[in-house]
């Protein structure tokens, strides 16, 4: 599904990943977890394509296509996703309209027909009541003035929506109380499927509690430099970062 | 990755620098996909000689056979005009304007009589013409449920549903007609709410307007369908001085659209009109603008210059009137429909989009006028500025002393895209009455990075996601739009957006 071959890339002028490698199979869970600064928001936003962060060397495969060379539009039509550590507000843009707009967009790419309004409502109504989620979501602007836990509950729901192949999710987990970790775990859950694969990046052992990994690897100072099953999460738990550079 | 940038830049990468003339087709080609409106329909015209005197106005008077009164009111406003001075505003570049080289009266139709009287009389070109502006005149494929008064150059050439409208008493016809069919009428409220002295464009206008739109809706009677007037100049070198009057009696309803387009050409064009609307007690007018008249191109040459002024005189109790403008065209905007609240518990709204792109500059925005007791005024204002244009919002509140509970909210909002583009607001408010409860809120703001982002990631590719987010951003105004046009001027607004990002 994925393979990222000793990447480095900046954001901005800073170089933050500095040989970077990891492949991820389909269906599989990876974890990734690490120190605040250490380039985990970097990697997303390097396979999203944002414009900010730049490959300087290396390359990055996704499903035989070379990811790096398309533009974010585009990777999101093949099937990337990533749920933002801070989703932004669109003033004015209901929810819906949005989703449906990105949906019909990514269908273009892949020359499906669009949807139309009913079909998309009754879809949208049908995964809302799925992921146990208020319908009032769908028809407030794209999260302007949303807690932080719906806007992260959004992001989730907007995944559900998308069925993307490969999702990124970052720190979905930060700041959800206990409820709303256990409705955004299931979400997640629900799309877990053979042949779609997920990069869930976390500070919290509690979120794998409920999303059960294949893989947890350590990012620190631009590349993994420690790669494990669910095990390592609760070694990490215990003992913080430090004992890995010992 | 090539083809978007090619949109986004205006300018093919494929042209060597420094070619002019390869680069100028490029860019022509690219700016008539813009301007869809921008043809020159090729048709015999009268048109009077360059020039402004007292005899251009005889002229232009004796061939709409006007009676002697209007004459007198035309020259009265001339002789005032002479003595006035052009103004100068200070957020705004004028040219000097030569008004000895503009010509005043041009009709399609070679033999310089009026409009036809019937519909079957008019110019195929004319109807032609039209067509291609999306606004049918032929009896099968009128708009469904909207009344249209085409105006071109100087002239009504037609007006549908008359009778059907003629059946619940609404008047609805050319001016010229009604000079003719309702000279009572037109007596009576001609220049009461712009008087000829109000400014100095509307003097010009009341010394040489040449037709327009005239409504009477009777006590009572709610219009049975939205009325139009779809302005079109045509003719080069010429200047469109139309006059709407909407009289709307007591507890009348009326909805009415005003849309305008015109061919693109190197030199400016003027367009100087007025609007004069009455609602008399319980009387509701909503008056929507979609302006596209040819912005220049994106060097900043040519364009319309639009210097209009738009009054409504609630003079009823409890009379309503709406104004709702998306402005996105004219190389110059200067105008600011107003409300005079005079009757008890009137109110007056204004909802303006205005968007301005290249080198377009617009002064805009409204005055409310509190007379009566109880009276209420919204302004929701949203400008957006792209390229290297200058948007301006100007804004008059005013309480008389008599005027008891007065309210006023005032919400200005300016979108800025890119970074050589500007956006002023100039609040102005005056109040002589304590009980007076104005509000004033404004936003800035640009579209983020982030924000693009975020829509890129989801799918959206990034005009589309500009046209989104101004979209949202003018939700509050489009909102006010009668149905159809709501569509037509978001379609306008993304054509306008077009090469906004670079
Ligand atoms: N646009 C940018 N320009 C310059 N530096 C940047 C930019 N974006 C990120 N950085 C820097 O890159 C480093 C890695 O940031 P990143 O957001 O990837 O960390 P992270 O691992 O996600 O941390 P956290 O756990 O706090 O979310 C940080 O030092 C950050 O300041
Ligand atoms: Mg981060």
Not at chain 2, 12 to 26: F, I, L, R, S, Y
Not at chain 2, 213 to 219: C, G, L, M, N
Not at chain 2, 453 to 480: H, M, P, T, W
């Amino acid at each position: 599904m994925l393979k990222i071959n000793d990447v480095y890339a900046k954001a901005g002028d800073k170089e933050i990943l500095k040989g970077l490698s990891l492949e991820v199979k389909p269906g599989e869970v990876h974890a990734i977890m690490g120190p605040n600064g250490a380039g985990k928001s970097t990697l997303g936003n390097l396979l999203a394509g944002m414009p900010h962060v730049e490959a300087t060397q290396g390359s990055v495969d996704f499903l035989g296509k070379d990811l790096l060379d398309l533009e974010p539009e585009e990777r999101a039509a093949e099937g990337v996703f990533l749920a933002f550590q801070y989703p932004v507000e669109i003033p004015g843009v209901n929810n819906m309209y949005f989703l449906r707009t990105a949906l019909n967009a990514q269908r273009k790419y892949r020359g499906e027909e669009p949807m139309d309004s009913a079909q998309f409502l009754r879809m949208v109504k049908q995964k809302i009541k799925d992921m146990n989620m208020r319908d009032d979501l769908l028809k407030r602007p794209v999260n302007v003035g949303f807690s932080g836990g719906e806007k992260k509950r959004n992001e989730v729901f907007q995944m559900g929506v998308l069925e993307p192949k490969l999702a990124i999710l970052d720190e979905t987990d930060s700041g959800l109380d206990i409820d709303a970790l256990k409705i955004v775990s299931d979400g997640v859950n629900q799309l877990r499927s053979p042949d779609r694969s997920f990069i869930i990046i976390t500070h919290y052992q509690r979120l794998l509690d409920h999303i059960e990994p294949d893989f947890v690897h350590v990012l620190a100072d631009g590349k993994i430099v420690k790669s494990g099953t669910k095990k390592l999460a609760l070694e990490l738990e215990e003992q913080g970062y430090g004992w890995l550079n010992q | 990755m090539k083809q978007k940038l090619e949109i986004k830049g205006g300018k093919d990468p494929n042209v060597v620098a420094g070619d002019d003339q390869e680069e100028n087709k490029v860019v022509k080609a690219r700016a008539s996909q813009k301007y869809k409106e921008g043809f020159v329909t090729d048709i015999e015209s009268f048109t009077l000689p360059p020039g402004l005197d007292e005899d251009t106005i005889r002229q232009i008077s004796t061939f709409k056979g006007e009676p002697e009164w209007l004459l007198d009111y035309r020259l009265d406003a001339f002789r005032k005009w002479q003595k006035m001075e052009q103004p100068n505003w200070a957020k705004l570049k004028i040219p000097e304007i030569d008004f000895q080289a503009i010509s005043y009266y041009s009709s399609p139709n070679a033999n310089k009589e009026n409009a036809p009287k019937s519909l079957d009389e008019v110019d195929p070109k004319l109807l032609e013409t039209y067509d291609k502006l999306g606004v049918p005149l032929h009896e099968r494929e009128r708009l469904a449920g909207v009344a249209v008064d085409a105006v071109f150059d100087s002239v009504s050439v037609g007006t549908t549903f008359k009778a059907e409208l003629e059946k619940v008493g609404v008047i609805f016809s050319s001016f010229s007609e009604a000079v003719h069919d309702h000279p009572e009428l037109v007596k009576k409220y001609l220049g009461s709410v712009v008087p000829s002295s109000d400014n100095y464009f509307a003097a010009l206008n009341a010394a040489v307007f040449s037709d327009g739109s005239f409504v009477y809706i009777p006590k009572g009677v709610r219009c049975p369908m939205e009325l139009s007037t779809y302005f079109r100049i045509n003719a080069i070198n010429t200047g469109q001085f139309e006059r709407t009057l909407i009289v709307a009696d007591e507890g009348a309803y009326v909805s009415y659209l005003e849309g305008c387009t015109a061919p693109m050409r190197d030199e400016n064009q003027l367009h100087a009109a007025v609007v004069e609307l009455v609602a008399m007690d319980d009387a509701k007018i909503k008056y929507s603008t979609v302006q596209n008249w040819y912005p220049g191109d994106e060097n900043g040459k040519g364009g319309i210059y639009n210097f209009v002024t738009k009054r409504g005189n609630c003079q009823g109790k409890n009379s309503k009137i709406s104004w709702t403008q998306v402005e996105t065209g004219s190389a110059i905007t200067w105008k600011y429909p107003s409300c005079i609240l005079r009757g008890d518990d009137s109110s007056g709204e204004f909802y303006s989009v205005a968007l301005t792109n290249n080198y377009q500059q617009a002064d805009t925005g409204t005055k409310m006028i509190h007379l009566g007791k109880n009276t209420k005024s919204t302004v929701i204002s949203k400008g957006i500025s792209v390229g290297k244009s200058q948007n301006a919002y100007r804004g008059l509140v005013r309480v008389a002393k008599k005027a008891d509970n007065a309210r006023n909210f005032t919400q200005c909002d300016s979108l800025l895209i890119g970074k050589s583009c500007g956006a002023h607001t100039f609040p102005y408010t005056e109040s002589a009455n304590m009980t007076a409860k104005l509000e004033h809120e404004a936003t800035t703001s640009k579209i983020s990075e982030d924000q693009l982002n975020y829509c890129l990631q989801r799918g959206i590719s990034e005009e589309d996601a500009i046209s989104l987010i101004v979209d949202g951003f003018c939700k509050e105004v489009f909102k006010e739009l009668p149905m159809e046009f709501a569509v037509e001027a978001k379609a306008l607004l993304d054509i306008s957006l077009e090469g906004a990002i670079g």
